[in-house]
């Protein structure tokens, strides 16, 4: 495992929202070098940016046209220099956002690709014979360009498939995997990536990383293949880099493709969801931390605990507060559920990333679709830093901002949350300090289940010498639990402890060290 991602924690930063230094309504590199000493001082170490390159911008950044120019309105390459220097002279590390399923249909690759007749990009994407031809199982668009065929979509109308091959073709139109057309895939997202990390980035999250193959097994082998060969040549040159996938399915994600990371994400309906936001469409919340719920841990930990099993000696299965995919925690979670709902995600193993503005508890939005973000631009808002003009965000007149601020009167901000010295900021500085300095944290192996029961909502778990204790209900609960030889060392709410028992208080949450 990559040496520093054993203590790593990360910080999502969304550039177009965090900090906008020159006051044109739109964040951008230099924003975020003078937001890095909050970064750290909140006790995050490590950065995940969304993308930034040069793009049409109808997917947020997502359908890149150039993958090696900086998007104009984030700054220049020379801007992404100072931004590397400036995350590692804080020791601190920054992962880019690699794009590698597909591109703008900007870019010039798919150009060249729709024009009549061959040249050297016309595999570079998947087309079928003839426009008319179906291509069944996949979604395709035909009537945009010149050439005869119909294009494979990975995501967006505007985000045309890169082609890595079929894991078993059936139609001439369907390359292998080890086609030159799409061996010659491979090699330009290694050059990408190589490019990034010469200059001084640490690593890559990857975007729909189990999408490369198509028609894939269940398994996706096929994707884990082209990931293993991309991955071990990359880290030929660059065995410090990290990489983390959008994929959901360690065992593929981790021990076949190579990733050290995978995320656990926000499915519908499933242990993630269920923890935070597990809303319906008429608004009823029965999410796990929700005092009134009526869910107990079990609903998370059957579906988290086996996967994190199948991983845990080789990478790490990781948490998230939220991204720029979800509805903020904060919709439907108050501060306190909040602040219970964060100690557990970050004192459980692998390493945690926070959405920025989660730590203070920003709200969702509604707001119309912003950069085909649809329901996701209502969490992508301006970070609200302060009271003053756009919450401190930008100097730019309020028309002019990428989406606008908060206009609550109680609208949390950075400022209010750091005067207060019970509030979510605080928990959050708090345990991420405490994470720093076990060492307990730093291993991601050993997380044991101590007390968990049917009809009961509060839980116990262990890692090492420490133990937590939660309970997210709203009545105190007693436990057959003997903690005698132990000592908190943080605690909200309340625990009282006798020989064989122990009370853990409506709302509490407590991390005992064992002595
Ligand atoms: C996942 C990204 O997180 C999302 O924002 C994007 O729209 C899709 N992949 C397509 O790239």
């Given at each position: 495992m990559t040496e520093w991602l054993q203590t790593a924690v990360f910080y999502e930063i969304y550039p177009q929202s965090f900090k906008d230094s020159d006051g044109d309504g739109i964040g951008d590199l230099q924003g975020i070098v003078e937001k890095l000493d909050y970064i750290k001082g909140l006790g995050c170490n490590a950065i995940w940016m969304n993308p930034c390159f040069d793009s049409p911008f109808k997917d947020a950044g997502y359908d890149v046209r150039d993958y090696k120019k900086v998007a104009p309105r984030y700054g220049t390459t020379e801007d992404m220099r100072r931004l590397f220097d400036e995350v590692h002279r804080r020791k601190m590390h920054i992962l880019l956002d690699l794009v590698p399923g597909h591109t703008s249909e900007e870019h010039p690759w798919f150009q060249e690709s729709g024009m009549d007749g061959v040249n050297a990009y016309s595999d570079r994407y998947i087309w079928t014979d003839n426009w008319f031809q179906r291509a069944e199982g996949l979604a395709y668009i035909a009537?945009?360009?010149?050439?005869n065929g119909a294009y494979i979509i990975n995501f967006f109308k505007c985000q045309p498939a890169l082609n890595y091959g079929f894991l078993h073709p059936q139609e001439d139109w369907q390359k292998p995997m080890d086609h030159p057309a799409c061996l010659a895939t491979r090699e330009a997202m290694i050059d990408i990536m190589c490019y990034w990390l010469e200059m001084g980035c640490d690593g890559f999250r990857v975007d729909m990383a189990d999408s490369l193959v198509k028609n894939d097994d269940e398994v996706k082998s096929g994707t884990c293949l082209v990931w293993k060969d991309m991955l071990g040549r990359v880290r030929e040159r660059y065995p410090q880099a990290a990489f983390v996938s959008e994929w959901n399915m360690p065992e593929s994600?981790?021990?076949?493709?190579?990733?050290?990371m995978d995320f656990f994400l926000d499915w519908s309906g499933n242990g993630y969801n269920l923890l935070m936001r597990d809303y319906d469409d008429k608004g009823r919340d029965n999410s796990f931390f929700r005092k009134d719920s009526t869910r107990n841990i079990q609903d998370f930990l059957k579906e988290y605990l086996p996967k994190y099993e199948a991983v845990k000696e080789k990478g790490m299965y990781c948490l998230i507060t939220?991204?720029?995919d979800m509805i903020r925690a904060a919709y439907h979670l108050d501060e306190k559920e909040l602040k219970l709902a964060y100690a557990f995600l970050l004192t459980l193993p692998g390493a945690p990333f926070i959405y920025y503005g989660d730590e203070i508890g920003m709200r969702y939005q509604k707001l119309p679709c912003k950069e085909g973000g649809y329901t996701r631009t209502g969490s992508r808002t301006p970070m609200q830093w302060d009271n003053s003009k756009n919450h401190g965000f930008s100097k730019a007149d309020a028309s002019q901002l990428y989406l606008p601020t908060d206009s609550a009167l109680d609208a949390p901000t950075v400022e209010e949350q750091q005067k207060r010295e019970d509030s979510l900021y605080h928990t959050v500085r708090e345990i991420l300090e405490i994470r720093g300095k076990q060492e307990a944290f730093a291993r991601h192996d050993n997380l044991e289940i101590l007390s968990v029961e049917e009809n009961r909502r509060s839980f116990v778990y262990r890692r090492g010498n420490l133990i937590m204790l939660c309970n997210p209900s709203g009545q105190a609960e007693t436990l057959e639990l003997r903690l005698t030889e132990s000592a908190v060392i943080w605690l909200m709410g309340a625990v009282e402890t006798d020989a064989d028992r122990c009370t853990i208080g409506a709302q509490s949450f407590a991390i005992y060290r064992v002595v």
């Open positions: 009537g945009e360009r010149e050439r994600a981790i021990c076949r493709a190579g990733f050290q939220g991204n720029h």
